[in-house]
């Protein structure tokens, strides 16, 4: 049944959490796991239709237009992105494309008239191309979130609350650790990273790392998007935040370990794993998992854009948070590149 909706809305990029399938019971979502995909997001969301997908792959075209033609009657399809925002004039526009490809695009959605821009992570491959995107969003008043997808998740928003109100004091490290095949710097370290910054409550000051063996001379950046995990290296970094708070970053691909974010303070320490996290503050240790658990909620995601569009504020995860991100992660291979050495930021590409 066709729904009533207040924001048209455009994708860009299909594959991977693009499109996915419609959900069973549509945006209702009783008894069915929550949104996985932006298209599922929006369908989820009762202020947003879908009328326009875009892929550079006709075939993902004519299959989303016919997966979701159900949903949003009347979806039409493009190969064409400045062609799609001409003819549909969105609302929000959601890039789900390569990471390197994400300026330009939001460059160009901002030009087209839209309010709100939904963008997959990192925000951008260099810093030079974030500084592009803020500006346009910013003096064009356009809200902007980026898909740092644990800003959203109750147990690290239950966590930045409980250090907020100094549950173990002073925090003062922070140590992350992840393996397997995938633990890649730009493409799920991006992941890890951002929640570094976020439970921190400061700034990067500086960083210094060595990267994965074979990638002693990775500079610049020369990744896909994440589809082939050879393309990009993993990497042990530290991080000095401003407040003091130090921050060790260990991703590496041939590792398997205790994945999760290590959080030692004055007066205790928190442990978080996805589901839970551990807690002891001398008392011995509590395993606490928050209600309303989901890996990937893109519709919490669209509520904040949204919510923020009409009142005004900050995204919870605005571009200017995964600047500092894409910061950090550049700032690695500047490290490596100059001899595991110190970089202070704000880190000049031009000059490395």
Not at 65 to 70: A, K, L, N
Not at 206 to 226: I, R, S, T
Not at 289 to 302: C, D, R, S
Request: aromatic share 10%; with cysteine.
């Amino acid at each position: 049944m066709a729904k009533n909706k207040e924001y048209k809305v455009c994708v860009i990029g299909l594959t991977g959490i693009g499109a996915g399938n419609p959900l069973k019971n549509g945006n209702n979502g009783l008894g069915h796991k929550m949104p996985s995909s932006h298209m599922q997001a929006y369908d989820y969301a009762p202020a947003t239709t879908v009328i326009g997908v875009c892929d550079l792959q006709e075939n993902l075209v004519q299959d989303t237009v016919s997966d979701w033609s159900g949903r949003f009657p009347g979806l039409k399809g493009f190969t064409d992105y400045k062609e799609m925002l001409a003819v549909c004039k969105p609302d929000i526009l959601s890039v789900v494309t390569s990471d390197n490809r994400h300026a330009n695009i939001v460059i160009d959605g901002v030009k087209a008239g839209v309010r709100g821009i939904f963008c997959e992570k990192p925000i951008a491959t260099t810093l030079s191309d974030a500084d592009r995107m803020i500006e346009a969003v910013e003096n064009n008043n356009v809200t902007m979130t980026i898909n740092h997808t644990r800003r959203w998740l109750p147990t690290y928003r239950e966590v930045k609350k409980l250090l907020e109100n100094g549950i173990i004091g002073q925090l003062k490290r922070i140590t992350l650790n992840f393996g397997g095949p995938r633990a890649i710097l730009f493409r799920n370290g991006t992941h890890m990273i951002d929640m570094v910054c976020f439970l921190s409550g400061s700034q990067p000051a500086w960083v210094f790392a060595e990267l994965d063996e074979g990638y002693e001379n990775y500079w610049p950046y020369q990744g896909d998007g994440g589809k082939n995990a050879d393309l990009e290296p993993g990497c042990s970094g530290f991080i000095h935040f401003k407040n003091g708070v130090r921050a060790f970053y260990n991703g590496t691909k041939g590792m398997e370990c205790r994945g999760g974010f290590q959080l030692d303070g004055t007066d205790g320490w928190i442990f978080i794993n996805e589901d839970y996290y551990e807690l002891n503050t001398g008392d011995g240790i509590q395993t606490i998992v928050p209600p309303g658990q989901t890996y990937f909620n893109a519709a919490a995601t669209v509520r904040d854009l949204i919510k923020v569009m009409e009142n005004g504020g900050e995204t919870i995860s605005s571009p200017r948070e995964a600047r500092n991100t894409l910061e950090i992660m550049l700032g690695f291979l500047a490290s490596q590149k100059n001899g595991n050495v110190r970089i202070d930021f704000p880190l000049d590409e031009n000059s490395i």
